[in-house]
């Protein structure tokens, strides 16, 4: 099977995650086949970059792997919408901006920039940076009295994504411990120089 309709079947659904569909049949169907216009003629335009074939039964053993990406992260969405929406409106505002050292199993672009999407499109979570040659990302996170509640998800995204996008590392593989950045009401960044240091003063 030729590579480029899958790539455009891939940039129709990312395109329903960009919308921020309503959960509903008729709005995901309309917003799919807007995806699919705009994003098959655009796969078939780059398809010179792409390698000439898929390898469709590796594919097809993916899709399971790749709904259940879907159903755990719209899961997730739901659940931060309602998280965040309480801490915004609760009269003692339970608010700790945090920046979370957030270290990755997944290896292939395809996977890094998934899991970066996810992070960023729930709320209360955003992606500030990826340190290529760490191999980690540096999450801000709109309050995390502790970082595991950060990486809970992510870590299950990340087990999906391993087998979606046929890694190496199984799902449930160890990873090194995250690192908590101390920060208050200010939002510290990663030190972008090689061998700075990882935290805001």
Not at 81 to 94: F, G, T
Request: aromatic letters at 10%; glycine letters at 6%; hydrophobic letters at 45%.
């Amino acid at each position: 099977m030729r590579r480029w309709p899958v790539y455009g079947i891939g940039l129709a659904v990312l395109w329903l995650f960009v919308r921020g569909v309503e959960l509903a049949p008729l709005p995901i169907v309309r917003e799919l086949l807007i995806g699919l216009a705009f994003g098959l003629p655009l796969a078939f335009t780059l398809r010179r970059f792409y390698r000439p074939r898929v390898a469709l039964r590796e594919r097809a053993l993916a899709l399971p792997y790749a709904g259940m990406y879907v159903l755990v992260f719209v899961w997730e969405l739901l659940t931060a919408n309602l998280d965040v929406a309480y801490r915004v409106l609760s009269p003692s505002m339970p608010i700790k901006p945090t920046v979370v050292e957030v270290p990755l199993r997944v290896e292939s672009d395809a996977a890094v920039t998934t899991i970066a999407n996810s992070i960023t499109l729930t709320p209360g979570t955003l992606t500030m940076d990826y340190d290529e040659k760490r191999h980690v990302f540096y999450v801000h996170a709109l309050a995390a009295e502790d970082p595991k509640e950060v990486l809970e998800p992510i870590r299950k995204w990340e087990d999906y994504a391993l087998r979606i996008f046929d890694e190496e590392r199984e799902p449930g593989s160890p990873v090194p411990e995250s690192v908590s950045n101390p920060g208050d009401e200010t939002v510290p960044t990663a030190d972008p120089r090689p061998g700075g240091d990882d935290r805001g003063d």
